[in-house]
């Protein structure tokens, strides 16, 4: 039996994405064949499609960075699951396809009450924001945060976890992303047309507790400079080097360099790197733990996942396009095989 997945045939823009079909996998020892109901495409799987991002394969390779699906077959030695059962995954690559074998350890059973488009907008996004805000940052309640990127996937994510915190919320983006911003609960900047530090200044006279920065390069000394004493500058994305078409790996490469400069200055403000993988890597119990809170979040409509649009895998091209375009609030879903 064949099954479709789509590939990046090479590092390159949104043509390299191909449909292809391959003999169905089987599971290997330890290992559960999950048939996938959908994936997302993110920021990240384009920054993995570029040849942006460390640690993934070389070309070609399926991107896709968590799933949601129903066990398919066990491989040997599996017997914590049973065929049916809908699952979620963080699969950094290999999402984008209608079958995944994936370490029966890496599953995570989805309550029976919740929408499987819905479930698969946690494993990366939501889980990021959570982790962010409560295992690094620590925030407490009326905290102030200043969130970039906030009408997207991971801002949509920190506005609604945010919000359950108690946090009072900035939040840049594009002018017309604006009332969405508002409608989690949080107060817009158009970073387009004004000075975000002089606009935190304006509306806080001391500055915010904490930043979360997925820009990078030079954004992040503006982003030091609107935190209070105490303050935690979180650095979690490069999307400045897709701006630009070249010196892209300058500016990942200034983002790192940057960190530990501002990490000496002796002013009791605090900047640090976030990674989902490697957090995932140092503390696999936590990601576990805090995704299963935020399924459960899910289940009781606590979260409320902003979907854009819902589309077939087969047009993942055109959803690479939208993200780059900015033209997306919230989050895209592949649909890779009807439920
Ligand atoms: N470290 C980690 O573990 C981790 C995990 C998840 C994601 N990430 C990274 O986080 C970043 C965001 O991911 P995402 O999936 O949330 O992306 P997304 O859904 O595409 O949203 C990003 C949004 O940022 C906005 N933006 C672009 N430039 C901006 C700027 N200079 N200032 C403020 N907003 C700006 C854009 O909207 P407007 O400009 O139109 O407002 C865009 O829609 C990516 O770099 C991704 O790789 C990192």
Redesign the pocket.
């Known amino acids: 039996m064949n099954y479709k997945q789509v590939i990046i045939t090479r590092h390159g823009g949104s043509e390299v994405l191909q449909l292809v079909e391959n003999e169905i996998p089987e599971p290997s020892a330890g290992e559960v064949r999950v048939k996938i109901l959908a994936t997302v495409a ?3 799987d384009i ?1 993995i499609r570029e040849g942006l991002y460390p640690g993934v394969p070389k070309p070609p390779f399926s991107p896709g960075y968590e799933i949601v699906g129903i066990v398919d077959k066990l491989g040997d030695g599996v017997s914590n699951f049973e065929l049916g059962q809908r699952v979620v995954a963080l699969t950094i690559v290999g999402g984008y396809s209608e079958f995944i074998c994936i370490a029966a350890t890496e599953l995570i059973l989805v309550p029976e009450s919740v929408d499987a488009g819905e479930a698969v907008c946690l494993p ?2 939501y889980v ?1 924001a959570y982790q962010m805000l409560h295992r690094i940052a620590a925030v407490k309640s009326n905290e102030r945060i200043l969130i ?2 906030a ?5 949509t994510a920190l506005l609604q976890l945010g919000k359950l915190a108690g946090l009072q919320m900035y939040g ?3 002018k017309s ?1 604006h009332q969405l911003i508002s409608s989690l609960g949080g107060i817009p900047i158009d ?1 387009k047309n004004e000075d975000f530090v002089q606009t935190i200044r304006t509306l806080t006279s001391d500055g915010v507790d904490v930043v979360f920065d ?2 990078g390069g030079g ?1 992040l000394l503006n982003s030091y400079k609107t935190m209070r004493r105490g303050g935690r500058l979180i650095s ?5 080097a897709l ?1 630009v078409k070249q010196g892209r790996f300058l500016i990942a490469a200034s983002t790192f360099a940057l960190l530990p400069l501002l990490q000496i200055i002796p002013d009791n403000r605090k900047a640090v790197w ?4 490697a957090l995932k890597k140092q503390h696999p119990n936590w990601f576990r733990e805090d995704l299963t809170k935020l399924l459960n979040l899910l289940a009781q409509k606590q979260i409320n996942p902003i979907i854009a649009e819902r589309l077939p895998l087969a047009e993942v091209a055109r959803a690479h396009v939208l ?1 780059e375009k ?1 033209a ?1 609030s919230g ?1 895209l879903i592949l649909i890779c095989n009807d439920g």
């Open positions: 993110s920021f990240t920054l990366l996004h990021t970039h990127g009408a997207g996937g991971v801002g840049t983006a594009s992303k970073y997925p820009i954004h979690y994305g490069v999307s400045a701006a976030y990674n989902i993988e993200l900015s997306v989050k």
